[in-house]
């Protein structure tokens, strides 16, 4: 149950610390030569897991940045990670911080195991707090509302019901602020008991749709695997929905067709047919769409982002991506805020960008005022979304059009 979400260079780096681990089996203790790595950390040491259980010392401050549990298993790190029991290794993976001092207490603590076992995220929101350990220890003597008053949660039964619900793969800072979102907000806290199981997908609904909480879909998806990506796509096809529903000015009865689907699938075919609705309700009776027009935008793409221009090229542009541009087309620009539609293609496919052209906040004092490009929107064909190569096209092209301006 390790994090699927992409190693950053420091996380990368530090997975190397394994090989420079020196496991003393008499003393129970395995020393982490951070030296050469990172010099400010010097040696670290941990205590292994079954003297964790046995040791009354105060548990030290460990670098919070360690991943540990993601490290490769060279022998003499292996040595003292294999007296951890997998699930507690697999629990303290999901947290992007605090590792080791989550698995001290967790070996050190009866209370705090049961706790990362049953309401992990309240488990690592207690030892991230400001609380020292003392303060801590007299907290799991009382019942879990009180843990989650304290660490600045609603201490009621709710907030217990819907930490023990969670049933997350990784936690990063995101997912940490969707769940502080739904925690805080009474009314997702309330209709989010009626699931009984809230995976990463389910959380991101909640937080980012809380209309659509409880709903058929809400509860189709609390029940699917998921992964980073997907819930990225989740989000991003049903911010696309609504939009065009805005820009439609469908009725409620219409919208709430969104809720009522079993399946992303079906979102998107809603998505689809209102694609066409918005090109009858811009198109003039000139303005077909053939398949000419579209093969002749093809043609013109490269593998360099290109402006596109005029109302047939947005067209095409949305019936070949399936992605309804047209929300945001505008035919005369603003002069502080000029909305930018570019596209290209590469071997993965065509992509789109809806960039936005702005002043900075603080104007530079000489008489040329660099405009800078913030990204809206980025899509692919079949209205998927960009990866790390499109994106890196995309910020080479943002860069030669500062130079240019």
């Known amino acids: 149950m390790k994090s699927p979400v992409l190693l950053t260079a420091t996380d990368k780096k530090q997975q190397q610390l394994a090989k420079f681990c020196f496991w003393d089996e008499v ?65 303290c993976a999901l947290f992007p911080s605090h590792q080791m001092t989550l ?7 009866p209370q705090v195991l049961e706790l990362l076992d049953h309401a992990p995220m309240l488990a690592w929101r207690l030892i991230t707090s400001s ?49 502080e979102t739904c925690l805080l907000d009474e009314q997702r806290l309330s209709a989010l008991q009626s ?6 997908m389910a959380l991101s609904l909640a937080a980012r749709f809380p209309e659509l909480i409880g709903s058929q ?10 992964r980073p990506m997907q819930c990225q796509s989740m989000l991003a096809l049903l911010e696309d929905a609504y939009r065009v529903a805005e820009f439609l000015n469908l009725d409620n009865k219409t919208v709430n067709k969104i809720g009522n689907c079993r399946y ?11 694609l066409l609705l918005t090109i009858d309700k811009l198109s003039h009776a000139k303005v077909k769409l053939h398949s000419a027009n579209q093969k002749h935008l093809q ?60 002043l900075p906040e603080k104007p530079q004092e000489s008489h040329q005022t660099m405009r800078m490009h913030s990204i809206a929107r980025v899509r692919g064909l079949e209205n998927c979304l960009a990866g ?3 994106l890196s096209t995309l910020h080479l092209w943002q860069a030669s059009r500062v130079r240019q301006d």
């Open 27 to 91: 003393e129970q203790l395995l020393y982490i030569d951070a030296r050469k790595l990172f010099p400010k950390e010097g040696v670290v040491s941990i205590i292994g897991w079954d003297n964790m259980m046995m040791n009354a010392q105060l548990i030290p401050k460990y670098p919070s940045y360690f991943k540990i549990m993601a490290w490769s298993n060279d022998p003499q790190f292996s040595d003292w990670r294999k007296q951890i029991p997998q699930w507690v290794q697999d629990s």
């Open 103 to 109: 698995l001290h207490y967790a070996g050190k603590y």
């Open 131 to 179: 609380l020292h350990e003392p303060e801590i220890v007299a907290l799991l003597s009382g019942k879990r509302a009180q843990i989650a008053e304290t660490v600045g949660w609603p201490g009621k039964a709710e907030t217990i019901k819907f930490l023990t619900n969670l049933r997350l793969r990784w936690v990063n800072t995101e997912i940490a602020e969707q769940i």
């Open 195 to 200: 699931l009984p199981r809230i995976n990463s």
């Open 217 to 226: 879909l809400h509860h189709a998806l609390a029940q699917l695997p998921c």
């Open 264 to 274: 992303l699938v079906e979102v998107t075919e809603l998505y689809q047919a209102w």
């Open 299 to 358: 043609q013109r793409l490269t593998n360099e982002p290109m402006m596109i221009h005029g109302l047939e090229d947005w067209m095409s542009l949305s019936q070949i991506q399936q992605h309804v541009w047209l929300t945001d087309y505008v035919e005369n620009a603003q002069q502080s805020n000029e909305a930018v539609l570019v596209a290209w293609q590469d071997e993965e496919g065509i992509w789109a960008a809806l960039t936005e052209a702005h």
């Open 388 to 390: 790390a190569k499109q």
